[in-house]
């Protein structure tokens, strides 16, 4: 005999009061009177803002960074199509929207399985590989590097390679609004996080959770988030992605929103993405009683939504006269270096008109061949206990054909000058002479000639700048070079601006101007680079990188520059000021910028111009350190900028 079920009986009275009662508490926790049916986007910890169309100048800036971010996060699927040189391939190149940096996970397919009554194919079982992260893209494949790999776990052709259809768990701390009056940072962080969900393309962790989640009883700064232990902890207890750290910054034209992607698998900076506020209303957390300041609209400071470019920050808008920004396109040479490497030359050292690179360290001198983008180890001279790198240049001062290379170097207060010479594949010195700085410089306007000074420690008269001639076996001191006295050998070059054989003193005063003398000391011009001082990281001397790749062609000046517009925002990111590179040139009574490039995460350090070869052609190599876990290791990578 078959059981039925007793349902009771509601009387009609208390449905219609249950009904009016849920209904109730619909509205009041939908204030945009959603129906009740509607579906939300799920927000993890809770919602982070009202479903209204955003209004006001920060909502409308909000919206166009979680556009930037989402674009830059595409969703890939490819395979593993073969491994070189410690690398792998992948299938998948800028045309599918992969960029450098960017983090795919490796899996494998498993067996089918079934429904074991209807034999239905319920789906696979994937297996975890590991995960890769993208060195270099190409248009229609790309090379990547392992940044994890799971235990006893090998990757092999055919393998998969994603970047999920799901939706991004990001951690996401409120708004840094610190330094803006007026503005509440709760209410910026719903406005925010409102955009990010819209895109449909993250799933949000609070900051009331991230405290929740790393047993946090008092409120984090941003840079204790970044720290790569938190970030793991992140990954390992939330499956958190990435961090997303955001700031409102004030600036000489407006403010700009700025968010900052972490990794939490490798702690390095993905992508920066900002835009201008535009004029508006801006919300507040409490009324504000005073009269509201219209913002200043300037051009947006974003990596630009093409994900077939690298995410890097473009140099913010100023009063300075517009000038060209080159494209964000670059490549990283590879490999990247451990330690931190502190000046950078390039040469012809081989004499068959390819271009070697030298990097010297805390320890070591080494030669690199150019192979297109890679690096390939040539010599290496150990510097240890020689000092620190103050000047490292290459060029053929003896007239014979080869290339020498001239170093100074600075221990315990005292300066210590080195020329090597290039033979039977080595670096072989042939000259060191302490208390002494020795330079190449072009003092006729077209052949390179040596030219030291003596700097004695205690002895605060400026000495005379003498030529050194090769006399087949040594360096001979000569004639004194004619330039004003007090000038110092590390403070100026010296060119022909115009071309018309007039050779001119260039000089970086303070690391701000740049100033133009004759050599009788008469000042002919100057140009301000930038408005804050700036010191050379690890050199006692500013690079003044003079760049003529045609003969008789007027040449152009490379110097490094501090953003005059969110320079405080960069250095709370990166720790770097230095963040772009100007290209000048001189019209015979003044400087033109022709164009800037921006430089990536890091402290930049030094500068050169080779050519990579091929089809990367001419490029402006920046040497970037980068600071490693706990900022206790180092690691340096050269980044190619195109020039033309």
């Given amino acids: 005999m078959g059981c039925r079920r007793f349902i009771p009986l509601v009387p009609t009275p208390r449905i219609a009061f249950l009904f009016v009662l849920l209904f109730s508490i619909s509205l009041i926790a939908s204030p945009s009177g959603m129906a009740l049916g509607q579906e939300r986007t799920p927000v993890r910890g809770g919602s982070p803002s009202s479903a209204r169309e955003p209004q006001g100048g920060f909502a409308e800036s909000a919206r166009v960074v979680a556009e930037r971010l989402a674009a830059s996060f595409p969703r890939v699927d490819g395979l593993v199509i073969g491994f070189e040189r410690g690398q792998v391939l992948i299938d998948r190149g800028t045309a599918e929207g992969v960029f450098q940096g960017m983090e795919l996970d490796v899996f494998r397919e498993g067996e089918e399985f079934k429904h074991p009554l209807t034999g239905e194919i319920l789906g696979r079982l994937d297996k975890d590989l590991g995960m890769l992260r993208v060195l270099r893209a190409h248009e229609r494949y790309s090379e990547a590097t392992v940044i994890k790999k799971a235990e006893k776990a090998g990757f092999q052709k055919g393998d998969r ?65 970044a720290d790569p232990l938190i970030l793991k902890q992140l990954s390992d207890k939330g499956k958190v992605q990435t961090l997303l750290l ?3 910054t004030p600036t000489a034209d407006g403010m700009s929103l700025d968010v900052q992607v972490y990794s939490t698998l490798t702690g390095n900076p993905i992508v920066l993405a900002s835009a201008q506020v535009h004029p508006g209303v801006i919300t507040h957390d409490k009324p504000s009683s005073g009269p509201r300041t219209a913002v200043a609209a300037r051009p947006a400071v974003t990596a630009p939504p093409d994900t077939s470019k690298p995410a890097i920050a473009p140099p913010q808008a100023s009063s300075r006269p517009t000038v060209a920004s080159m494209p964000s396109e670059h490549v990283v040479l590879d490999p990247v270096l451990d330690g931190s490497m502190m000046a950078m030359a390039v040469a012809d050292l081989e004499g068959d008109g390819k271009s070697e690179l030298l990097l010297a360290g805390v320890d070591r001198l080494v030669a690199f061949r150019i192979d297109g983008p890679d690096l390939r180890p040539l010599a290496e001279y150990s510097l240890s206990g020689k000092g620190t790198v103050v000047t490292l240049e290459a060029n053929d001062v003896t007239g014979d054909g080869v290339v020498e290379v001239i170093m100074t170097l600075s221990h315990k207060g005292r300066f210590n000058a080195l020329v090597f010479q290039w033979a039977d594949g080595k670096l072989r010195p042939i000259l060191e002479i302490p208390d002494l700085v020795l330079r190449p410089l072009f003092s006729n306007g077209k052949t390179p000639q040596l030219f ?32 004003p006295e007090g000038v110092l050998l590390l403070e100026f070059m010296m060119v022909d601006l115009g071309g018309d054989g007039a050779v001119r003193l260039v000089t970086f005063k303070g690391g701000t101007t740049l100033e133009v003398h004759s050599q009788t000391g008469d000042r002919i011009g100057s140009h301000k680079v930038s408005e804050e001082a700036m010191a050379p990281k690890n050199r006692t001397w ?86 490693g876990r706990l900022g206790l290791g180092k690691r340096s990578e050269i980044q190619g900028f195109r020039l033309q």
């Avoid at 205690?458 to 087949?472: A, C, L």
């Avoid at 000048?584 to 890091?602: C, T």
């Fill in 161 to 225: 390679v994603r970047v999920s259809m799901a939706r991004m768990i990001v951690a996401f701390p409120n708004v840094d609004v610190e330094g803006v009056s007026g503005v509440g940072a709760r209410s910026m962080t719903k406005e925010l996080a409102a955009a990010l969900v819209r895109t449909a393309r993250f799933e949000l962790i609070d900051e009331r959770q991230l405290r929740s989640m790393l047993l946090a009883d008092k409120n984090l700064r941003p840079e204790e988030l």
């Fill in 452 to 483: 030291g000074q003596a700097l004695v420690p205690g002895d605060r008269t400026t000495k005379p700048i003498h030529q050194y001639t090769w006399d087949g076996r040594n360096f001979q001191p000569g004639p004194a070079l004619d330039v």
């Fill in 246 to 248: 955001s700031r409102l």
């Fill in 542 to 627: 500013h690079r003044i990188l003079i760049e003529k790749e045609i003969v008789g062609e007027r040449p152009q000046i490379i110097l490094q520059r501090e953003q005059e517009a969110g320079v405080w925002t960069r250095r709370y990111w990166t720790g770097s000021t230095a963040i772009s590179l100007t290209v000048l040139k001189w019209d015979g009574a003044r400087f033109h910028e022709v164009r800037e490039m921006p430089i990536s995460d890091g402290a930049l350090v030094d500068y050169a111009v080779a050519d990579l070869g091929e089809g990367l052609g001419r490029r402006l190599l920046a040497l970037v350190v980068k600071s």
